[in-house]
């Protein structure tokens, strides 16, 4: 027969080891352990054996078994052992030592230590914070047993894995082999030691947020100059004690980090460290548009074994772009004297630019279309890079024409350009109107200019041919349109007029025009011609 037996099953011959397990044996088979509490026997082996069903008897000594509250723990757990010593003999254990000492790492718990059953007693050894256990003097009545408990701290330092260890009676009677190590019931296995696994996962998790502006210059909004906070959470995430915990962030000009506790850190699982730190924001950041950048938190755990965390915070800023362009009339040269804006005056604008947003403004520059007007004279080379708040001044020169004066104004549109950082345009366009002096003026002279004197009189007589000159002057500073010359003397001839009747005259021009008239027997009798052209 191989494999477990059932309670019907036979031996040959039956006995205790020195530990109290219940053996038998089958001629020629093999050897059985038999559970007491079951009556199942489970094959342990089939050396050692003869065909007489001859079996021995062992003398029969305590049983110690240990086990632990829990299989898996992490580390800084705190987990409970138990020991069972029973005494199945009938008589008095003589004072019995007991001794365990934990793996590195484990520290028993002080005043943790409970001992329940018949009549136990002995003297218990300072084992608070230290990793044996001893007992000395320990007596177990006959047939009796106690249950002793007691807590061990797992350190935050253990690594992964399984670790095992056996509890000790010792002073034993030689006979029963003087020591007599715990026994992990849980498994078939005899005088095997107690196992506990431990997953020791170390890990660190880092936030970084923007906590507020200082907002220096009030205006309720990011910009160039305001001072800015970020906070830094470092969080030891895992099962293990970390250490070198630090809080590293590249970004250029980030002021000195403030953390609680200091840089370098120890962080116990679940445990914190909270830094700050203030930075300046600059131009480049609202050209750009945001800040972005990460930072890192890392630590080591007892083995060594480096973690990491990185995290990012973003701070998007509004972008203003906008230019302003003025143009103003700042001097007349005023070469004649006049006063006011005339002819052929010399007249210099000036163009202001100005960078009204909160953007870096590129290839700013200023165009005018007027015709006649010179080139621009600009404190800056163009095109212009402009800050915020940034200008220049420019100026150019133009003389009045006569179509100006016409008009009696002058009036165009000036304009200022740019991009911003992402080649976006921005523009702006200013006018400035100039009112020219208009003084419309004509003169008028007619004059007898010849007597053709038909009859030799050497006087105006009747029949003698006169002829008039009449002259026209623009003596105001506008253009006339139109010029014509009328006279209502009866008998005059048509006027021939150079330019033509109709004509345009420019300021100090002239229309000279010409007629005649035969002298009537009428006007001899008056005395007199008179009329008025």
């Known amino acids: 027969l191989t494999g477990d037996q059932p309670t019907a099953s036979t031996f040959g011959a039956m006995w205790f080891d020195a530990r109290g397990a219940l053996f038998g044996y089958q001629n020629n088979l093999g050897i059985y352990r038999i559970d007491v509490n079951t009556f199942v026997s489970k094959y342990v082996s089939s050396a050692a054996h003869v065909s007489t069903n001859d079996g021995a008897g062992c003398a029969y000594a305590p049983i110690l078994e240990k086990t632990v509250s829990q299989e898996q723990v992490i580390p800084g757990a705190v987990v409970r052992y138990q020991f069972v010593i029973v005494n199945g003999f009938r008589r008095s254990v003589m004072p019995l030592g007991f001794t365990d ?80 190590p715990s026994d992990w019931p849980v498994s078939t ?14 890990d660190i998790t880092l936030t970084k947020r923007f906590l507020h502006n200082q907002d220096e210059d009030g205006n309720g909004a990011l910009s160039a100059g305001d001072t800015i906070r970020y906070e830094f959470v470092g969080a030891n995430s895992g099962a293990v004690r970390l250490r070198n915990v630090q809080i590293v962030d590249p970004l250029p000009n980030l002021g000195p980090l403030s953390c609680t506790p200091l840089q370098p850190a120890i962080l116990l699982p679940g445990e914190q460290i909270r830094c700050l730190a203030d930075y300046v924001i600059t131009q480049d950041d609202i050209n750009r548009g945001h800040i972005d950048n990460m930072a890192q938190a890392v630590g080591t ?39 006011t804006v005339t002819l052929a005056d010399t007249l210099t604008y000036q163009f202001n630019v100005i960078n009204n947003g909160n953007v870096t403004l590129f290839d700013v520059d200023v165009t005018d279309p007027l015709p006649g007007l010179g080139a ?12 915020p708040n940034g200008a220049f001044t420019c100026t150019a020169q133009y003389v009045v024409t006569l179509d100006d004066v016409d008009m009696g104004e002058i009036e165009n549109s000036a304009t200022a350009t740019g991009t911003d950082a992402a080649s976006n345009p ?32 050497h006087s105006v007589s009747v029949g003698d041919l006169l ?67």
């Open 189 to 202: 296995e005899a005088g095997d030691p107690t196992p506990l696994k431990v997953v020791a996962q170390a």
């Open 467 to 533: 002829t008039y000159q009449f002259v026209v002057n623009n003596d105001g500073n506008v253009s006339l349109q139109n010029v014509i010359i009328t006279d209502p003397l009866a008998g005059l001839s048509a006027l021939a007029c150079a330019p033509g009747l109709g004509a345009d005259l420019a300021p100090n021009a002239q229309m000279v025009c010409t007629a005649t008239y035969r002298v009537t027997q009428a006007d001899v009798d008056k005395g007199k011609i008179n009329n008025q052209a």
């Open 301 to 339: 755990d007892a083995a060594s074994v480096t973690v990491n965390d990185s995290a990012a915070a973003s701070i998007v800023m509004a972008q203003q772009p906008s230019i302003a362009l003025a143009k103003t009339l700042a001097h007349n040269a005023d070469e004649d004297g006049s006063g």
């Open 101 to 180: 000492t934990l793996p590195a790492g484990f520290t028993y718990v002080d005043n943790t230590l409970t001992i329940q059953g018949a009549s136990a007693n002995g003297v218990v050894n300072a084992y608070g914070g230290s990793d044996t256990l001893t007992i000395s003097g320990l007596q177990i009545p006959a047939a009796g047993a106690i249950t002793m408990q007691v807590d061990v701290q797992v350190s935050f330092d253990v690594s992964s894995g399984i670790y095992r260890n056996q509890a000790y009676l010792t002073d034993l009677y030689p006979s029963l082999g003087g020591t007599l």
């Open 426 to 457: 921005i523009s702006d366009s200013d006018s400035h109107l100039v009112v020219s002096s208009a003084d419309p003026s004509v003169e008028l002279t007619k004059t007898l200019l010849s007597n053709a004197d038909e009859d030799g009189s």
């Open 376 to 387: 621009l004279n600009c404190n800056t080379a163009l095109p212009a890079t402009l800050a």
